[in-house]
């Protein structure tokens, strides 16, 4: 559900198709994401999952989906 979720949105926010995307799928490397695309992406999931604001600490440790996933789901559980 919220690896689901988590690849919708940023295939809308990169304009690629979703079927592109693995939890492999490096932020930098293959989306060519910069520090404004991952500010944007995390503002989107704080609003989507109601997890409260992530801190540069937090959006530093991100480097593929599934840490962002797992990042999400820590929130939740927590």
């Known amino acids: 559900m919220i690896y689901e979720k988590v690849c919708e949105l940023i ?13 492999d799928t490096l932020f930098e490397e293959n989306l060519g ?7 944007e992406l995390s503002m989107a999931l704080e609003e989507e999952f109601e997890i409260g604001e992530m801190g540069d600490e ?21």
Do not use: C
Request: charged fraction near 20%.
């Open 11 to 23: 295939a809308e926010q990169f304009s690629i198709s979703v079927d592109t995307l693995t939890p």
């Open 33 to 39: 994401a910069d520090s404004l695309d991952i500010v």
């Open 58 to 78: 937090d959006l530093s440790s991100i480097k593929n989906i599934q840490d962002l996933v797992n990042l999400i789901q820590s929130r939740l559980d927590g």
